[in-house]
């Protein structure tokens, strides 16, 4: 397949439930390496859209594609490529580190010298060797949360989707995982990840607010901040978000 720049394509997509409409007519890309940041309150559409582009749900209407494989047809592919962390945690309480990130790389298809060399690295980088052997449920909820985004690019993927990742833990944790994603974003690695927290939106390269299912405004935070005339994000929101702009 012809290598393209942008590692995510979404045109017109929209989700209905019934008579409620979730996503409403979205279009916008991002680039490799890019981390693109979806700021909303709860019931904006950030999860419905997260859900559509890895394939766990059928959009109503429009189009997106991942690596250029279409969300529509070629999910099986689209998996291939996408790590995933949802918005509940999503690893298995009652196994250890070292299981889970086993049972993962497994369901990935990796290869065990691969996988086990993976296993080591993260373990290191986490300075999780003295809990490698404990079950994820007796982890601080820090360090579990790091462990899932770790757990989540086992595979290398090329697109990464994380549904409000740092949701419950304290300002520095979330700060070491911002860290962590930097550094996969560094190895050319798209970034799609939720937020609602105001201090999270200054670290994407690029954001998108959302508010009823719509886009109202894509950008960088500092442009954002120079073109609605405000000081801190907080303020871009509000103002947005209430069609003061």
């Known amino acids: 397949m012809q290598e393209k720049e942008n590692n995510i394509v979404v ?35 950030k999860t419905t859209t997260i859900r559509m582009l890895c394939g766990l749900l059928k959009p109503t209407s429009g189009y997106a594609e991942i690596m250029g494989y279409n969300v529509l047809t070629q999910g099986k592919e689209i998996r291939k490529h ?3 962390m949802s918005q ?34 993260i373990i290191s980088r986490l300075k999780m060797r003295d809990f ?10 820090g360090q579990r949360q790091k462990l899932a985004f770790s757990t989540a690019i086992l595979h290398a993927p090329q697109v990464v989707f994380l549904d409000e990742p740092t949701s419950g833990v304290d300002p520095l944790v979330r700060r070491e995982f911002w860290n962590m994603i930097y550094e996969v974003a560094l190895e050319n690695v798209t970034i799609l990840v939720t937020t609602h927290y105001m201090d999270e939106a200054e670290y994407c390269n690029r954001l998108c607010i959302m508010s009823n299912g719509k886009i109202k405004i894509i950008g960088n935070p500092t442009q954002l901040k120079k073109d609605t005339h405000s000081d801190t994000m907080d303020m871009v929101f509000q103002k947005v978000v209430n069609n003061k702009i």
């Open 11 to 45: 045109e017109n997509l929209c989700r209905n439930f019934r008579d409620f409409i979730a996503v409403d007519d979205i279009s916008f890309d991002v680039k490799k390496g890019e981390i693109f940041g979806f700021l909303g309150a709860n019931g904006a559409g």
């Open 82 to 84: 996408i790590g995933y």
């Open 88 to 121: 509940k945690f999503s690893l298995y309480e009652d196994l250890t580190v070292i299981e889970n990130m086993e049972l993962f790389g497994i369901i990935y298809g990796m290869d065990k010298k691969i996988l086990r060399r993976r296993i080591l690295n």
């Open 132 to 141: 490698a052997h404990r079950k994820v449920v007796h982890l601080p909820l």
